[in-house]
């Protein structure tokens, strides 16, 4: 079962994502690429609500090296 998701990396190339400012539009351009859509805005204004702050306390846990899967879903899924 392969595996689908916008963000797939570590939590510090995440966080260097988010200091450039490219986040939400990188998972726009992600989402769009594999649903074919553009997202709800109140999706994209969640995505740069929540994602910083948890990658935030992952970084300050001294987790820079987690790996982060953001909007997941299996292929076949309706996700």
Not at 31 to 55: K, L
Request: charged share 20%.
């Amino acid at each position: 079962m392969a595996l689908r998701c916008l963000y797939q990396g570590s939590a510090g190339e995440l966080a260097e994502v988010i200091a450039q400012g490219h986040l939400v539009e990188e998972l726009r351009r992600r989402f769009v690429a594999m649903h074919g859509a553009r997202p709800r805005e109140s999706e994209s204004a969640s995505w740069g609500g929540s994602i910083p702050t948890v990658v935030d306390l992952l970084i300050g846990a001294g987790l820079r090296d987690v790996q982060v899967l953001v909007e997941w879903a299996h292929c076949g899924s309706t996700a």
